[in-house]
Nanobody, 128 residues
Framework: QVQLVESGGGLVQAGDSLRLSCVLS????????MGWFRQAPGKEREFVAA????????GYGDSVKGRFTISRDSAKNTAYLQMNNLKPEDTAVYYC?????????????????????WGQGTQVTVSS
């Protein structure tokens, strides 16, 4: 059974940093493209970042470029999202997702429908 478990969320002030973690179990982590999405109350789920199984081609949503960094550690079966200079508008539930089938375009990883498995989410709240 595949599981994705996020952690690292919390309540911080504007300008602070957080690092989210996502541990994958049940399938080979090295075969998975990983993505992070977020959903704020009353809004649709939004693409945040994605990284290929090889660790290359990281991509970011426009609202987080230059502030967030996605990475992965195969030894720990874990994907990370380093979030710096957090803003109140970053407040949301953050979800990680994994995709194991081949992709035809890196742009597919920005689409939530492209993923096979999802975590339960972790809350990030940024106060002003």
């Amino acid at each position: 059974q595949v599981q994705l478990v996020e952690s690292g969320g919390g309540l911080v002030q504007a300008g602070d940093s957080l690092r989210l973690s996502c541990v994958l179990s049940g399938r080979t982590f090295n075969n998975a493209d990983m993505g992070w999405f977020r959903q704020a109350p009353g809004k649709e789920r939004e693409f945040v970042a994605a990284i290929r199984w090889s660790g290359g081609n990281p991509g970011y949503g426009d609202s987080v470029k230059g502030r967030f960094t996605i990475s992965r550690d195969s030894a720990k079966n874990t994907a990370y999202l380093q979030m710096n200079n957090l803003k109140p508008e970053d407040t949301a539930v953050y979800y990680c997702a994994a995709r194991f089938s081949p992709i035809f375009s890196i742009r597919m990883l920005a689409n939530e429908d492209s993923y096979d498995y999802w975590g339960q989410g972790t809350q990030v709240t940024v106060s002003s």
